[in-house]
């Protein structure tokens, strides 16, 4: 199983990234879909989570309003647009995909079973 998330890189504040997470020896089709971020010297935290249907969908406080998070199973991919960036979006981002069936919830680091290796995100002043 392998997650590679994708779509990082330096962006000014107000600007917008689009992170790809693609899955192979999985069909993501059966797990609930996250998104956590860790920035330098932080603890990694749960940002946007999605059903395995993307019927419910779930945001952190920080991020609510501004990221958007999506899956496409057929093409076994998982998506999250963020737009009006601030600097304290700098971080790196981490996909994971958990068995967990979710009506709205799950931004807990526990219930994932599977991560990616993480892509940059740096947004300047």
């Known amino acids: 199983v392998q997650l590679q998330a994708s779509g990082g890189g330096l962006v000014q504040a107000g600007g917008s990234l689009r992170l790809s997470c693609a899955a192979s020896?999985?069909?993501?089709?059966?797990?609930?879909m996250g998104w956590f971020r860790q920035a330098p010297g932080k603890e990694r935290e749960g940002i946007a989570c999605?059903?395995?249907?993307?019927?419910?969908?779930s945001y952190a406080a920080p991020v609510k309003g501004r990221f958007t998070i999506s899956r496409d199973n057929i093409k076994n991919m998982v998506y999250l647009q963020m737009n009006s960036l601030k600097p304290e979006d700098t971080a790196v981002y981490y996909c994971a995909g958990g068995s967990f069936v979710s009506t709205g919830w799950g931004l807990g680091e526990s219930l994932y079973d599977y991560w990616g290796q993480g892509t940059q995100v740096t947004v300047s002043s």
């Open positions: 020896g999985v069909n993501l089709e059966y797990y609930t």
């Open positions: 999605i059903s395995m249907r993307a019927t419910s969908t």
